[in-house]
Antibody, heavy 122, light 107 residues
Framework: QVQLQQWGAGLLKPSETLSLTCGVY????????WTWIRQPPGKGLEWIGE???????NSNPSLKSRVIISVDTSKKQFSLRLTSVTAADTAVYYC????????????????WGQGTLVTVSS | DIQMTQSPSSLSASVGDRITITCRAS??????LNWYQQKPGRAPKLLIY???TLQSGVPSRFSGSGSETDFTLTISSLQPEDFAAYFC?????????FGGGTRVEIK
């Protein structure tokens, strides 16, 4: 059963770059879309973007200018970088798997990584 | 972006109660609607996809229905482990969007 394990820095200062990586274990890497989602404390979920092994990349227009999603298929890992962070980027960041790209209708998320709390504070 | 509106935002119920959570989309999303359960400090867990298909391993007391703009998640007999937050998500078009969540609390 595939598992996602994520890691990265949890405390950043404003204007720094958030960097997270998610590893895929006990499952196939190709043929799926690998996704980043975030959740500010006590709030709802926001889709950040996705990547596959090609790579084909899609991201949320609300964050697109600051989001960099990359993949290392040899390691079965994908990464998120978010530049110029502010306090508004404080959230739990999750990685997750989708069967199809966003907008193809059948894009649900399962499984999820354990989540990483990223706090932006001066 | 498609806006997803859940109601209520929270509810109190007792073990054994039947509860229904509603999710409304700002435009027709056919049946491209998914439901998740999230417990405190944990990642969301997929419950239902395609508006009504139960994910493998999810108890049959959970059910989903609806199409186009109006959807419901029903728990037929609330169990202690069901007290959690529930989110809907549309997968019709990018950017994918989620509802604001419904917190189910113990009465």
């Amino acid at each position: 059963q595939v598992q996602l394990q994520q890691w990265g820095a949890g405390l950043l200062k404003p204007s720094e770059t958030l960097s997270l990586t998610c590893g895929v274990y006990d499952g196939s890497f190709s043929g799926y879309f690998w996704t980043w989602i975030r959740q500010p404390p006590g709030k709802g979920l926001e889709w950040i973007g996705e990547i596959n092994h090609v790579p084909s990349i899609n991201s949320n227009p609300s964050l697109k200018s600051r989001v960099i999603i990359s993949v290392d298929t040899s390691k079965k890992q994908f990464s998120l970088r978010l530049t110029s962070v502010t306090a508004a980027d404080t959230a739990v960041y999750y990685c997750a798997r989708s069967l199809v790209p966003a907008g193809r209708g059948l894009a649900w998320f399962d499984p999820w990584g354990q989540g990483t709390l990223v706090t932006v504070s001066s | 972006d498609i806006q997803m509106t859940q109601s209520p935002s929270s509810l109190s119920a007792s073990v054994g109660d039947r509860i229904t959570i509603t999710c409304r989309a700002s435009q027709n999303i056919r049946t491209y609607l998914n439901w998740y359960q999230q417990k405190p400090g944990r990642a969301p867990k997929l419950l239902i996809y395609g508006a009504s298909t139960l994910q493998s391993g999810v108890p049959s007391r959970f059910s989903g229905s609806g199409s186009e703009t109006d959807f419901t998640l029903t728990i037929s007999s609330l169990q202690p482990e069901d007290f959690a937050a529930y989110f809907c998500q549309q997968s019709y078009t990018a950017p994918l969007t989620f509802g604001g969540g419904t917190r189910v609390e113990i009465k």
